[in-house]
């Protein structure tokens, strides 16, 4: 069963940056990260799960929340069996706990409910 793990999150400042990372493992026989769709969401304490950004298949799509474009970026490295959020000019709006999750729509979804994988998550905290 195809396995996520996320690092990455800790403590920073508003206007600081953290690299979150993804790392798959447990590929079904036959399969491969590329045939996956992956997204990033998070859950800020007392709100939903929102997603974040999402990347199709060989990196043709992406799509952001308008509350970070222009400051994530969501790469993947298929060989590596790894998937990045580069998360800049942090906001205290930005806390919250950081999934990694991955299905197998071919459309950039942001709806937790195109994703049948999911890792545990990994803390983001942005505070002075």
């Known amino acids: 069963q195809l396995q996520l793990v996320e690092s990455g999150g800790g403590v920073v400042q508003p206007g600081g940056s953290l690299r979150l990372s993804c790392k798959a493992s447990?590929?079904?026989?036959?399969?491969?990260?590329?045939?996956?769709?992956i997204g990033w969401f998070r859950q800020a304490p007392g709100k939903e799960r929102e997603g974040v950004s999402c990347?199709?298949?060989?990196?043709?799509?992406?799509k952001y929340i308008d509350s970070v474009k222009g400051r994530f970026a969501i790469s993947r490295d298929d060989a590596k069996n790894m998937v990045y959020l580069q998360m800049n000019n942090l906001e205290p709006d930005d806390t919250g706990l950081y999934y990694c999750a991955a299905g197998l729509s071919p459309v950039c979804s942001q709806k937790a409910e195109d994703y049948q994988n999911w890792g545990q998550g990994t803390q983001v905290v942005v505070s002075a």
């Open positions: 990347i199709t298949q060989r990196a043709f799509t992406t």
């Open positions: 447990g590929f079904t026989s036959g399969f491969t990260l590329d045939y996956y769709l």
